[in-house]
């Protein structure tokens, strides 16, 4: 049993910021990979990045390389998305989830209840 809360979403301008946080508790011991997904109305739910928790090893997509920056705190159980030059197409909920260091939703078990990320232009 793992229970994921996310929070730090917000309205924010274009090229401007915003740092998401993910906090874990419950089995967190038997941890392989945290990665964040979002999902903006009527699409499908899309693989953000993911980091490997054992030594951090971080993957991103393509739309958000070189702008998001994922890390984590192991001591507080807390993954964190860093937004850097934001985009209105990054307006979405983000979503947390535990399971495997994958791009795909289906390899992860458990997901917080999403956060709302509104960029204006």
């Known amino acids: 049993q793992v229970q994921l809360v996310e929070s730090g979403g917000g309205l924010v301008q274009a090229g401007g910021s915003l740092r998401l946080s993910c906090a874990a508790s419950?089995?967190?011991?038997?941890?392989?990979?945290m990665g964040w997904f979002r999902q903006a109305p009527g699409k499908e739910r899309e693989f953000v990045g993911v980091?490997?928790?054992?030594?951090?090893?971080?993957y991103y997509a393509n739309s958000v390389k070189g702008r998001f920056t994922i890390s984590k705190d192991n001591a507080k159980n807390t993954m964190y998305l860093q937004m850097n030059s934001l985009k209105p197409e990054d307006t979405a909920v983000y979503y947390c989830?535990?399971?495997?260091?994958?791009?795909?939703?289906?390899?992860?078990?458990?997901w917080g209840q999403g956060t709302q990320v509104t960029v204006s232009s």
């Open positions: 989830a535990d399971g495997l260091y994958s791009t795909s939703p289906s390899d992860y078990d458990y």
């Open positions: 419950g089995r967190t011991f038997s941890r392989y990979a």
């Open positions: 980091i490997r928790w054992s030594e951090g090893s971080t």
